[in-house]
């Protein structure tokens, strides 16, 4: 099966790239594109992903049962959860979940259930956080969900753990390590499960936990070299685990998860803030993490580098946002415009801020004015754009190739590219498994 596998992800990616020729993309049934995008999407292959579903038709418009339709919406919020796209990753699955209540399907639920909590602790919503995390928790240890209970208990656990704390959640890590099917699948599939285990294991204490992670991984990337997810997952625990700053930073330049790049640039700087002669190094990673998190939507992290960021510089924990509208807005304008854009009322958005909804209602007035933008519906449907914008003013940032691909001499009898320098290194040697999960 596990060479399968890897000829299934050679099929995926090479289906997904446009042919010279005129080929419809209808050709190929939906339920194949569906599950070669839904692979491709666990190794952070996003842009072919994007290219199965959208095929020669807009996303949603070809007439497919509810059924389907909820399968590729779902199929959808994933792309967008990986790829940092959070507010539209929440509207899909939201439409998914929709669609698979009306079509009676039991087997689709837990995708979306996985994007709704982790998308609502990201942005700080732990209410429906919390409400996503108990449905995954319960389907998962009832043996209810078995296409992906791994990320189904992860999921579950980083909500339970912003509400209870670490601990609360300990029974649930030591549950997936304790099973191999479970850590296969997690691992494999979410770049940032391994690091966030390992650090889990150093909070609680745990040594096996933290220790049995990265010896996990370290084996799972050993069988898949093909793929630079699970490279960068696997160096991210290790260097993690070992406090070594240098290790962090090459993983988060290998991660193509931006909430994963985030996570390790703020590891890195938590290594050597701890040195003193390192301190403005770590205020520089520190920077570059709080930019990533803002980026991907996630506020929640986005708040705690910032308050970290206050501790080590005297100059604040603002992140910078480019020479576009957005830079205009004060962090806590920036907060209030993307609550409101997910459709909070002011009283939530206030009550997750710690301001009155009377505080609220002040900062939308110079949001508007600022975004030029006249109401809330406009913010909403804009703020998505706005971003893309502000992420459109960094040159530069592009989507890397998913995988280790060999390295290629430029002409007969040259040395490869990057050869006898610090140039990333790459395997010309193809995987002959991998452990992808089915």
Same mark, same amino acid.
């Given at each position: 099966?596990?060479?399968?596998?890897?000829?299934?992800?050679?099929?995926?990616?090479?289906?997904?790239?446009?042919?010279?020729?005129?080929?419809?993309?209808?050709?190929?049934?939906?339920?194949?594109?569906?599950?070669?995008?839904?692979?491709?999407?666990?190794?952070?292959?996003?842009?072919?992903?994007?290219?199965?579903?959208?095929?020669?038709?807009?996303?949603?418009?070809?007439?497919?049962?509810?059924?389907?339709?909820?399968?590729?919406?779902?199929?959808?919020?994933?792309?967008?959860?990986?790829?940092?796209?959070?507010?539209?990753?929440?509207?899909?699955?939201?439409?998914? %979940? !929709?669609? &698979?209540?009306?079509? $009676?399907?039991?087997? *689709?639920? +837990?995708?979306?259930? /996985?994007?709704? =909590?982790?998308? #609502?602790?990201?942005?700080?919503?732990?209410?429906?956080?919390?409400?996503?995390?108990?449905? %995954? !928790?319960? &389907?998962?240890?009832? $043996?209810?969900?078995? *296409?992906? +209970?791994?990320?189904? /208990?992860?999921? =579950?656990?980083? #909500?339970?753990?912003?509400?209870?704390?670490?601990?609360?959640?300990?029974?649930?890590?030591?549950?997936?390590?304790?099973?191999?099917?479970?850590?296969?699948? *997690?691992?494999?599939?979410?770049?940032?499960?391994?690091?966030?285990?390992?650090?889990?294991?150093?909070?609680?204490?745990?040594?096996?936990?933290?220790?049995?992670?990265?010896?996990?991984?370290?084996?799972?990337?050993?069988?898949?070299?093909?793929?630079?997810?699970?490279?960068?997952?696997?160096?991210?625990?290790?260097?993690?685990?070992?406090?070594?700053?240098?290790?962090?930073?090459?993983?988060?330049?290998?991660?193509?998860?931006?909430?994963?790049?985030?996570?390790?640039?703020?590891?890195?700087?938590?290594?050597?803030?701890?040195?003193?002669?390192?301190?403005?190094?770590?205020?520089?990673?520190?920077?570059?993490?709080?930019?990533?998190?803002?980026?991907?939507?996630?506020?929640?992290?986005?708040?705690?580098?910032?308050?970290?960021?206050?501790?080590?510089?005297?100059?604040?924990?603002?992140?910078?946002?480019?020479?576009?509208?957005?830079?205009?807005?004060?962090?806590?304008?920036?907060?209030?415009?993307?609550?409101?854009?997910?459709?909070?009322?002011?009283?939530?958005?206030?009550?997750?801020?710690?301001?009155?909804?009377?505080?609220?209602?002040?900062?939308?007035?110079?949001?508007?004015?600022?975004?030029?933008?006249?109401?809330?519906?406009?913010?909403?449907?804009?703020?998505?754009?706005?971003?893309?914008?502000?992420?459109?003013?960094?040159?530069?940032?592009?989507?890397?190739?998913?995988?280790?691909?060999?390295?290629?001499?430029?002409?007969?009898?040259?040395?490869?590219?990057?050869?006898?320098?610090?140039?990333?290194?790459?395997?010309?040697?193809?995987?002959?498994?991998?452990?992808?999960?089915?």
């Amino acid at each position: 099966m596990d060479g399968q596998l890897a000829r299934s992800m050679e099929l995926a990616a090479a289906a997904s790239e446009p042919a010279p020729e005129e080929r419809a993309d209808g050709d190929v049934p939906l339920e194949a594109r569906i599950w070669y995008a839904t692979l491709l999407t666990r190794v952070r292959g996003l842009r072919p992903a994007e290219r199965l579903l959208v095929g020669e038709e807009p996303l949603g418009r070809e007439p497919h049962s509810p059924e389907a339709h909820a399968a590729l919406l779902l199929c959808e919020a994933e792309i967008h959860l990986a790829g940092g796209k959070l507010t539209a990753a929440m509207a899909a699955a939201e439409a998914g %979940l !929709r669609l &698979a209540r009306q079509a $009676g399907n039991r087997g *689709l639920p +837990p995708r979306g259930h /996985v994007v709704m =909590a982790l998308g #609502a602790v990201r942005s700080q919503d732990l209410t429906n956080g919390l409400q996503y995390a108990n449905r %995954l !928790r319960d &389907a998962a240890l009832l $043996g209810q969900e078995n *296409l992906i +209970p791994g990320q189904c /208990v992860w999921a =579950a656990a980083q #909500a339970l753990e912003a509400r209870d704390g670490m601990e609360s959640v300990a029974h649930l890590l030591k549950g997936i390590l304790h099973d191999e099917v479970l850590t296969r699948e *997690l691992l494999l599939s979410q770049p940032a499960a391994a690091p966030w285990l390992v650090r889990a294991g150093q909070r609680l204490g745990d040594a096996e936990l933290a220790e049995s992670t990265v010896r996990t991984m370290r084996r799972l990337a050993g069988g898949n070299r093909s793929f630079r997810s699970v490279q960068a997952a696997a160096e991210h625990a290790a260097g993690l685990y070992a406090r070594d700053a240098d290790v962090l930073e090459a993983a988060a330049e290998r991660h193509l998860d931006p909430w994963a790049r985030a996570s390790a640039l703020e590891d890195a700087s938590r290594v050597r803030s701890a040195r003193a002669p390192e301190r403005d190094r770590a205020v520089d990673l520190l920077r570059r993490a709080a930019g990533a998190y803002l980026g991907a939507g996630a506020s929640r992290d986005l708040a705690r580098v910032q308050s970290r960021l206050r501790e080590l510089d005297d100059h604040g924990g603002r992140p910078a946002r480019g020479r576009t509208r957005v830079s205009r807005l004060t962090d806590t304008e920036f907060a209030v415009a993307e609550l409101v854009s997910q459709g909070l009322t002011n009283g939530r958005v206030g009550s997750r801020l710690y301001i009155s909804p009377h505080t609220v209602a002040f900062h939308l007035k110079k949001i508007f004015r600022k975004l030029d933008v006249t109401s809330r519906v406009e913010l909403a449907r804009s703020w998505n754009r706005i971003l893309v914008e502000e992420r459109a003013d960094r040159p530069g940032e592009s989507e890397p190739d998913f995988l280790v691909r060999p390295v290629k001499a430029r002409r007969a009898g040259e040395q490869p590219a990057g050869a006898g320098s610090s140039a990333q290194v790459t395997t010309a040697r193809r995987p002959t498994t991998t452990a992808l999960p089915t």
